[in-house]
């Protein structure tokens, strides 16, 4: 009957839900113990001039691997900001940051890429994160300023003061920080003049309407001319053609990253790729230059 029918309905819906829950609770045990079983690895993404296409920087994504096979970050990091684990995770993430940013300024020095890591507003929220990190940059010996936390624009805007007070306390360690999917959130420029905010990095979303939507082009157009009067440098992230690479050149975005020019690339490939633009340049340059 139509009734048992409803019931049956109902009792796989909340069945769904169990399994549902089961699976989050799994996620979370799991990466308590992600970083003890060495199940965590980073990919670093190009970031590129968006004029001469030099690698200027790198944003590191995390990739959890455990034995049961790889989970994406849109899955695992909301649970780690509930239980908590981010704040270890973050740590570890910080710290490999730092090491990559020591060799790779060891191999090249000032024309080194820099760093870029994602920040959860969780980690904002836990007071050991400044001592935490100031350790890091002590014991790696990484200079803070080549280093960039990346925080979304709807965590800097969640719980504005206490935040915004490890942030300044994070910047006073000389780290530089990005607003990070800048025009999903809804923060007014007011509050982000507040910040001590040092580049934009515009949403995917935009960018990908560049070359399909009207009022994609005006939002990118007008956020770049903002950033500029701000003195604020603008990254486009989710660049996946021709089209919009050319778009973000003519209105003078700063840097671009997507899969167009890079995928996240594990670190030896990413070092690989900086070794081989390294020559390329030395190549192009013509040999007297050398001398001077
Ligand atoms: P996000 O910080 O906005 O990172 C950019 C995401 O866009 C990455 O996804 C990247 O792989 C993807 N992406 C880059 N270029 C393109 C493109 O051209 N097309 C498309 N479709 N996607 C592109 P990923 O690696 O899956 O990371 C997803 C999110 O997870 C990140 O978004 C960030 O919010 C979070 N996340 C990743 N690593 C960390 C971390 O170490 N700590 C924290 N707190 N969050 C992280
Ligand atoms: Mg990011
Ligand atoms: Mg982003
Ligand atoms: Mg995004």
């Not at 001039?49 to 030099?54: D, L, M, N, P, Y």
């Not at 060799?103 to 959860?120: C, H, K, L, M, T």
């Not at 300023?145 to 490890?166: A, G, H, I, K, P």
Request: glycine share 6%.
């Amino acid at each position: 009957s139509a009734k048992e029918q409803g019931r049956d309905g109902w009792r796989f819906f909340s069945e769904e839900i169990h399994e549902q829950a089961r699976k989050r609770l799994d996620i979370s045990n799991g990466l308590r113990q992600a970083i003890q079983n060495a199940e965590l690895e980073i990919r670093f993404q190009p970031i590129l001039c968006t004029e001469s296409q030099i690698i200027r920087g790198a944003e590191v994504l995390l990739r959890w691997m455990p034995p049961t096979g790889e989970i994406p970050p849109s899955l695992f990091i909301p649970i780690a900001e509930m239980s908590g684990s981010i704040v270890p995770i973050g740590k570890w993430v910080f710290q490999a940051a730092c090491e990559a940013e020591r060799d790779w300024f060891a191999r090249f020095g000032e024309q080194a890429p820099y760093v870029s890591v994602n920040i959860s507003a969780r980690q904002l929220n836990d007071e050991s994160v400044v001592e935490a990190f100031s350790e890091i940059l002590r014991d790696t010996g990484a200079d803070p300023s080549r280093l960039l936390l990346e925080l979304t624009e709807t965590s800097l805007m969640s719980d504005v003061t206490s935040n915004l007070r490890l942030l300044h306390r994070l910047a006073d360690l000389g780290l530089r920080v990005a607003v990070d999917d800048f025009g999903t959130g809804y923060s007014s420029l007011a509050q982000l003049l507040r910040m001590p905010v040092n580049f934009l990095k515009i949403d995917r979303e935009f960018v990908d309407g560049l070359d399909k939507r009207h009022d994609s082009k005006a939002i990118v157009s007008a956020v770049c001319s903002m950033a500029r009067a701000m003195q604020l440098q603008v990254v486009a992230e989710g660049v996946e053609n021709e089209t919009q690479h050319g778009y973000l050149r003519d209105i003078g975005c700063d840097y671009v990253q997507g899969y167009f020019f890079h995928r996240p690339l594990p670190p030896s490939e990413f070092l690989s790729l900086l070794l081989e633009s390294d020559a390329q340049e030395r190549k192009a340059m013509p040999e007297d230059l050398h001398a001077v």
